[in-house]
């Protein structure tokens, strides 16, 4: 049996390509570093990962057995017949002048082949296949409300019917009362008449009868009887009663009369969605457009949100914000008209400590008090973190659709990131290399666009940037003339289209702008007074809170670089 040992030589790591590999994985064939393995194991979660040391990987391969000679390996592949072959198939008469290769070359060219398959499918493939799904949930959202806000419409116009209805019922009600009374007046007049003229009668009655029995013959020649008058009794009146006529109440005129729905349709775009590109597909040329710093950014709108003091602020899209205070009441506010659109108290009345949008366009928060982390969704709220010995602090969504949090022990004296998927824990940070803490207590935390998680951590006064495995990349600390010559303490953390990382600075009244690898770019400290947290829109537009003015300050700081 013919053997390849796994020679002695240095490998790189698949992920990272610098790192001595010392993990292998069997199921995707990947070498690895201990760094790596993290990010390794949540590339792909339906599979099941087979970890093993690379030392103790076997050193036998195991060539595939030949379909036409029984207990033969194949040891050379047939171009030709693009299948394996063994010995006794080269020296028969089936494969002649045909050209073969070494089974391994073709091997080796197959598995470089099927990495590059996996990668776009990983790199550009699977995150097109989720951007699809959110903007089709996106869509779903928004077919609710404006479903919601058409029902409100029809609800709106038959309430307005009710109040024209209303409005006639009572001005027919007061014309059936008006011909009432004026025909009862008229009766009643009539009646009176008649009954004078029945006292009349009665009396004239009287009159005839004493002049009849007086002896007094006199009499008999005064009196003038009147019967003849009486005699031409009155007109009769009969009243004439309206009557109502309905209108025809029909359903299909009514239905016109009312108003009536437009059909509803689904229409399919042939042209589908495009392919997403990604930082990673060097081959796609996926760079987002390129934008510069304005000489001088551009304060657009301030929004007063109403806290007595404000801390925090998360964009829900480029017309709606989130805000969060002192208290424990998250705002949600129109940007362009700065109109209060809904208030969400916490689930416990605690005060939130931070908040953040998914990337499905939830709203999550952290509670301290209770040591939960919670979502809200349709006007509910869920826990779908609930930590014991651990605090949460920050939280933010991720481009995968996991949630990273910040976390400090109950003793206060260790601090942590984990990943969650759902409620489910899949990466710690906590360590660099050589086994130090990297984090502080009080940590805002974002994931930048090349998959760096950013935190801010006011304690050691820094920004730490390690890479989606955990892995140290930099620490920021500040730069050298600071606007108000104070020291630097960083607070609220966010980045945008061109990977910058900004953070506020307290102290100095200002937003550091870094680029990816740490390099101080610029301040933006045009007007600020103690910035707490930000955040940016799809669009590059910064939103700072402001902790004592309670404003957010809309500004723009980026425009697009136009080639020639």
């Known amino acids: 049996m013919d053997t390849v040992t796994s020679a002695p030589d240095v490998r790189q790591c698949d992920l990272c390509e610098t790192v001595e590999v010392e993990i292998h994985c069997d199921s995707c064939l990947a070498n690895l570093c201990k760094s790596c393995v993290g990010a390794h194991m949540i590339t792909d979660e339906s599979k099941d990962h087979k970890l093993i040391k690379l030392q103790s990987r076997k050193s036998t391969r195991l060539y595939p057995e030949c379909k036409y000679h029984n207990k033969q390996q194949c040891i050379m ?35 470089d082949k099927l990495i590059k398959e996996r990668n776009e499918l990983n790199e550009t493939v699977y995150p097109s296949y989720q951007d699809i799904a959110s903007d089709v949930q996106h869509r779903m959202r928004q077919l609710e409300k404006e479903y919601g806000d058409l029902s409100s419409a029809i609800t709106k116009h038959g309430r307005a019917w009710h109040r024209e209805i209303e409005k006639l019922l009572i001005k027919l009600q007061a014309e059936v009362d008006e011909m009432k009374n004026t025909q009862l007046q008229t009766l009643q007049k009539h009646l009176d008449e008649i009954n004078k003229n029945i006292s009349d009668i009665k009396n004239e009655i009287i009159s005839i009868e004493r002049a009849i029995d007086a002896n007094d013959l006199s009499k008999l020649f005064d009196i003038t009887s009147n019967a003849h008058i009486y005699s031409n009794l009155p007109q009769k009146i009969s009243p004439s009663l309206p009557k109502f006529i309905p209108g025809k109440i029909q359903g299909e005129e009514f239905s016109k009369l009312f108003g009536a729905l437009s059909p509803s349709s689904l229409t399919s775009d042939e042209s589908g969605y495009s392919m997403k590109l990604t930082h990673k597909s060097t081959e796609t040329g996926s760079s987002p457009p390129v934008k510069q710093l304005l000489d001088e950014p551009e304060i657009v709108t301030n929004i007063d949100t109403g806290y007595e003091y404000l801390i925090n602020v998360a964009c829900l899209s480029d017309e709606e914000i989130w805000t969060r205070g002192n208290d424990s009441t998250m705002k949600l506010f129109n940007i362009n008209q700065g109109s209060l659109l809904k208030s969400i108290k916490t689930k416990s009345g605690n005060i939130p400590w931070d908040i953040a949008v998914t990337k499905s366009g939830a709203l999550v928060y952290t509670d301290v008090s209770d040591r939960t982390v919670n979502i809200v969704k349709n006007k509910k709220i869920e826990n779908v973190i609930r930590l014991h010995n651990w605090t949460p602090r920050g939280v933010c969504g991720t481009s995968s659709g996991d949630l990273l949090v910040t976390m400090c ?6 601090s942590k990131i984990v990943r969650y998927s759902g409620s489910i824990e899949k990466q710690t940070i906590q360590f660099d290399d050589q086994g130090k803490p990297l984090y502080s207590l009080y940590t805002c935390i974002t994931e930048n666009r090349n998959l760096d998680i950013c935190v801010s951590d006011n304690k050691v006064r820094a920004v730490v940037v390690v890479n989606k495995a955990g892995k140290l990349r930099f620490k920021y600390t500040g730069h050298i003339p600071a606007p108000k010559n104070k020291a630097f303490i960083p607070l609220g953390i966010t980045t945008d289209s061109q990977s910058h990382i900004l953070t506020t600075d307290d102290n100095n009244h200002c937003v550091h702008i870094i680029d990816k690898d740490g390099h101080f770019l610029r301040y933006i400290d045009c007007g600020l007074r103690e910035p707490v947290g930000l955040c940016t829109d799809i669009n590059d537009n910064l939103f700072v809170a402001q902790w004592r003015n309670r404003q957010v300050k809309k500004i723009k700081y980026l425009v697009r670089c136009i080639t020639v």
């Open 77 to 111: 592949y047939c171009n030709q017949c693009e299948i394996p072959v063994c010995k006794m198939c080269l020296a028969s008469d089936q494969h002649r002048s045909h050209q073969v290769s070494e089974i391994l070359k073709v091997v080796n060219e197959k598995k």
């Open 409 to 414: 022990s109950h003793d206060d004296k260790h």
